[in-house]
């Protein structure tokens, strides 16, 4: 072979080997972030049942030490995950921001009253649980009434359970279909070779010998395609936990190591196996049939 052929021949399979490897990064990384939300799905959806709560109304005569005692006493409680005073005048300018208006200068007083706004542990956010803490709390002669909205509560929850549901289907569809377009990259990626595998079979080498170096090399592809999509992934998990610090659960190390461990030994075996199959079919086919 001539040194520019050699040369062509050289950086046609190193191309070859780049695309293949990407293709199965960006696979893999669609698959890790799926991943990552089903492993989640758990911690994800107590997240959000915890962003429901209730508001404490108090009576107006309530003095502000009686509300911090108040606090602290509901603090204490099973189903609290945590709570906030809300003073008459943080109530005003929430509900000034809202309106974009100083109402108060309208009607002449803080007609708002001091409240404490409570989230619940996840366990606990659902309406028949918050329908006995709200009759367990109107016992305390300092609540006037206990505020929240059950049909947002229960539309949550509903919603929670659908989304896990369909999560599953489609990181079971997401699985299938990766495993589809990882085999037709390696396919198409063994289709350009058929001929050295047709020459080598011609010249009397053994199946195992042949399939040796297409194995081994999609081995390595399928390691370092997890490597990379991990690499991606870990940037994503980077930049989420800078935005979004209250979501630090995805950061769990026990689920991570699962994770990025699951991606590299399914790129493995998917390339692993396409590879297999793909140099087989070459394997028993005719010689006159390679052109089709």
Do not use: M, P, Q
């Given at each position: 072979m001539k040194p520019k052929e050699e040369k062509e021949s050289k950086r046609r399979l190193r191309t070859s080997y780049i695309t293949t490897v990407v293709s199965i990064t960006l696979v893999l990384f669609m698959l890790g972030i799926m991943g990552l939300l089903v492993l989640n799905a758990k911690k994800l959806s107590d997240y959000v049942r915890e962003n429901i709560g209730f508001s404490i109304i108090l009576k107006n005569e309530v003095k502000e030490p009686d509300v911090l005692r108040l606090q602290k006493i509901i603090d204490a409680k099973d189903f609290v995950?945590?709570?906030?005073?809300i003073t008459k005048q943080e109530a005003a300018e929430e509900l000034q921001k809202d309106?974009?208006?100083?109402?108060i200068e309208f009607i002449g007083h803080n007609p708002l009253p001091v409240s404490i706004d409570?989230?619940?542990?996840?366990?606990?956010?659902?309406n028949d649980s918050i329908r006995l803490i709200e009759k367990d709390l109107k016992d305390f002669p300092q609540i006037k009434e206990v505020w929240y909205q059950p049909s947002l509560v229960h539309l949550v929850n509903k919603n929670i359970n659908k989304i896990s549901l369909i999560l599953l289907?489609?990181?079971f569809l997401l699985l299938l279909i990766s495993i589809v377009l990882i085999n037709n990259t390696i396919r198409l990626s063994v289709y350009a070779k058929r001929f050295i595998i047709n020459t080598m079979r011609l010249v009397g080498a053994t199946k195992y010998f042949i399939r040796g170096p297409f194995?081994?090399?999609?081995?390595?592809h399928g390691f370092f395609a997890g490597i990379f999509a991990n690499g991606m992934l870990m940037t994503v998990l980077y930049f989420l936990a800078e935005e979004f610090p209250e979501m630090g659960f995805f950061a769990d190390l026990y689920v991570i190591s699962i994770l990025t461990g699951g991606i590299i030994i399914i790129g493995i075996l998917i390339s692993f196996f396409s590879t297999f199959f793909a140099v087989n079919k070459y394997?028993?086919?005719?010689?006159?049939?390679?052109?089709?």
């Open positions: 995950k945590s709570t906030k005073h309106l974009g208006e100083n109402f409570v989230k619940l542990i996840a366990a606990y956010s659902n289907g489609f990181s194995l081994r090399t999609s081995i390595l394997l028993r086919i005719s010689s006159d049939k390679l052109y089709i």
